[in-house]
């Protein structure tokens, strides 16, 4: 299958530094087409540069869609009051439905610029069946060490483990799941939502398309972590505000 790798990203001091990590893991896995969303209203030659630097432009599309001024998170808004990627995410689904056909054999993965990703995951994923949505652990989100599918004795899925809103039909991160294409054709109006509650974009997507006992678990039986919700600190730039300030730079003609 084509592992169709969804990136939502936005421009930050870090961002480079996040996708060039990120460009790493999918120049080793032959089969991902990497779906870049910027969150603006154009796209950027940092992006462009970047992939024309990792060998991906043949197989990576660069798209822009930016959040609506009423969603986006201000200067001190805590990062959890508003949901991120919504909008960039919805923007691959479309371009991903418009470009591929019902029958092509392919898997949707949502991959966050932020988190650390193992080769090996993606080999997890070239397992997902037809019509199914392939479940995984993933390490340090909901805050536990790690999220992850109980299995019975018959090793089908029947809860999480959450502690965070255990409640939520799905209570998964985006990193613990990909969705076989086919589904994605089958149920057009499966998509992200500003509506939703905090937490709720996986229940969202994902009740359009699978429920419960169908879930395929993989990573040796969800034994194993492959994806950690990691979370890049923000860096300080107290001198370079004082270089700015100044009429100066530590960058002039660099990209960072
Ligand atoms: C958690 C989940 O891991 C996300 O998948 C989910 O979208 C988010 O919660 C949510 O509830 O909305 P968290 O680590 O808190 O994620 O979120 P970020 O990593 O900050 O953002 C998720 C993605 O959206 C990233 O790829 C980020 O680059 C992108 N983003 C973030 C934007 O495109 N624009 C923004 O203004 C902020
Ligand atoms: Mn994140």
């Known amino acids: 299958p084509t592992i169709f790798a969804i990136t939502p990203t936005y421009y930050r001091p870090v961002q480079k530094a996040e996708l060039t990590r990120l460009s790493h893991v999918v120049m080793l896995v032959p089969n991902v087409h990497w779906i870049i969303v910027e969150d603006a209203d154009h796209t950027s ?6 992939l024309q630097r990792a060998g991906l432009v043949e197989r990576s599309t660069q798209l822009s869609a930016k959040t609506p001024t009423q969603f986006k998170l201000q ?8 949901p991120r990627g919504v909008e960039q995410r919805n923007a691959a689904l479309r371009w991903i439905r418009e470009n591929t056909s019902k029958d092509d ?52 899925v029947t809860g999480f483990n959450a502690a965070w809103r255990p409640e ?31 937490g709720y974009q996986e229940s969202e997507i994902l009740r359009h398309v699978t429920v419960l006992k169908e879930l395929q678990p993989l990573a040796n039986l969800c034994k194993e972590v492959l994806v950690w919700h990691t979370r890049t600190e923000k860096p300080k730039l107290t001198e370079e505000e004082k270089l700015r300030k100044a009429g100066k730079s530590s960058f002039d003609g660099i990209e960072v």
């Not at 054999?105 to 966050?112: L, S, T």
């Not at 610029?113 to 989100?141: C, H, T």
């Not at 076989?180 to 149920?187: A, F, G, I, T």
Request: no cysteine; net charge negative.
């Open 168 to 198: 939520r039909p799905f209570p998964l991160d985006m990193a613990g799941f990909a969705i076989s294409l086919d589904l994605l054709h089958k149920r057009p109006e499966a998509v992200f939502s500003f509506e939703v509650e905090r």
């Open 45 to 50: 030659s940092l992006v462009t540069n970047l």
């Open 75 to 82: 200067g001190k808004d805590p990062n959890w009051s508003k």
């Open 105 to 156: 054999r392919g898997v949707v993965y949502f991959m966050d610029d932020d988190n650390a990703y193992s080769v090996e995951l993606f080999e997890e994923m070239n397992k997902i069946q037809a019509e199914r949505v392939g479940v995984w652990p993933v390490g340090l989100v909901g805050g536990l060490m790690v999220e992850k599918p109980i299995l019975n004795n018959e090793n089908i």
